[in-house]
């Protein structure tokens, strides 16, 4: 069974920087689209980035100049590094592994954007 299991979220003031860093395992993870959504409180969940494998990518044209994703096959590990952060990128983010139609999600790290 796949398991994923994401790190690195904080508290960060805004301008900061965080990687979000997600580990799969049960699995061969070169073969999985790998994907960070967010969700704010009383707000859906929402798409942030994606990456397939060959790594095309994918981001919410909020984040596009200021999040990247990648992935290290090598690792068992997806990342979302995070710079210039803001206020409203305030949120629960999850880890997605997603093959033949099937969606697998981490637990999710809190990051919070706050002075």
């Known amino acids: 069974q796949v398991q994923l299991v994401e790190s690195g979220g904080g508290l960060v003031q805004p301008g900061g920087s965080l990687r979000l860093s997600c580990a799969f395992s049960?699995?061969?993870?070169?073969?999985?689209?790998m994907g960070w959504y967010r969700q704010a409180p009383g707000k859906q969940r929402d798409m942030v980035a994606a990456?397939?494998?060959?790594?095309?990518?994918n981001y919410l044209d909020l984040v596009k100049d200021r999040f990247t994703i990648s992935r290290d096959n090598a690792k068992n590990t997806v990342y979302l590094q995070m710079n210039s952060l803001k206020s409203e990128d305030t949120a629960v983010y999850y880890c997605?592994?997603?093959?033949?139609?099937?969606?697998?999600w981490g637990q999710g790290t809190q990051v919070t954007v706050s002075s």
């Open positions: 990456i397939t494998n060959p790594a095309s990518t």
């Open positions: 049960g699995g061969i993870f070169s073969t999985y689209a």
């Open positions: 997605r592994a997603r093959k033949f139609g099937v969606d697998y």
